[in-house]
Nanobody
Framework: QVQLVESGGGLVQAGGSLRLSCAASGRTFSSFVMVWFRQAPGKEREFVAGISWTGGRTYYADSVKGRFTISRDSAKNTVYLQMNSLKPEDTAVYYC????????????????WGKGTLVTVSS
């Protein structure tokens, strides 16, 4: 059974940092891309960042480029999202997702989802 478990969310002041983790289990993810999405209250889920499991190629939404960094530790089967210079508009539930094959920015293309972790950035 595939599981994606996010952790690391919380309350932080604007300008602060958080690191989210996504622990993956239940299968081999070497042919997957791992993706972070977020959903703010009253808004649609949106792409944040993605990484290929093997090659380490990374992808970012324009809104987080230069502030967020996605990485993965293959030995630990874990993907990270380092978030710096946080803004109130980054407040959202952050979801980890996995997609077999090539990268996609569409949430409906994902094969597996975690349950999410809440990030709240106060002004």
């Amino acid at each position: 059974q595939v599981q994606l478990v996010e952790s690391g969310g919380g309350l932080v002041q604007a300008g602060g940092s958080l690191r989210l983790s996504c622990a993956a289990s239940g299968r081999t993810f070497s042919s997957f891309v791992m993706v972070w999405f977020r959903q703010a209250p009253g808004k649609e889920r949106e792409f944040v960042a993605g990484i290929s499991w093997t090659g380490g190629r990374t992808y970012y939404a324009d809104s987080v480029k230069g502030r967020f960094t996605i990485s993965r530790d293959s030995a630990k089967n874990t993907v990270y999202l380092q978030m710096n210079s946080l803004k109130p508009e980054d407040t959202a539930v952050y979801y980890c997702a996995a997609k077999f094959g090539i990268m996609s920015y569409a949430s409906d293309a994902m094969d597996y989802w975690g349950k999410g972790t809440l990030v709240t950035v106060s002004s």
